[in-house]
């Protein structure tokens, strides 16, 4: 079994800045790509942004300047540093993992976080 277990989420005022963590738990072999998504109300669920193994990063254009995705191989943990927080960013933050169980599997399969909110006031 794996797990992702958000954490750092809440309310900000715009302007401000939070910084979410993931962790990852259970059964790992090994893990390729992280990232964070988000879904604010009525609205589908969004790319955020993606980190590889190998620290490659990629980000949604509306968060370009203001969020930093980074990770931590040896603690399985996958951070969003987020900068100059704007209304508009208010909503569940999520997790995503690529990850391989076995040694016997070439591919990861994906696994969710439940979930952190976000809330930027304005």
């Known amino acids: 079994q794996v797990q992702l277990v958000e954490s750092g989420g809440g309310l900000v005022q715009a302007g401000g800045s939070l910084r979410l963590s993931c962790a990852a738990s259970g059964t790992i072999f090994r893990i390729n790509s992280m990232g964070w998504y988000r879904q604010a109300p009525g609205k589908p669920r969004d790319l955020v942004a993606t980190?590889?193994?190998?620290?490659?990063?990629n980000y949604a254009d509306s968060v370009k300047g203001r969020f930093t995705i980074s990770r931590d191989n040896a603690k399985n943990t996958v951070y969003l540093q987020m900068n100059s927080l704007k209304p508009e960013d208010t909503a569940v933050y999520y997790c995503n993992a690529d990850i391989v169980t076995t040694i016997y599997y070439s591919y990861g399969m994906d696994y969710w976080g439940k979930g952190t909110l976000v809330t930027v006031s304005s």
């Open positions: 980190i590889t193994s190998s620290g490659s990063t």
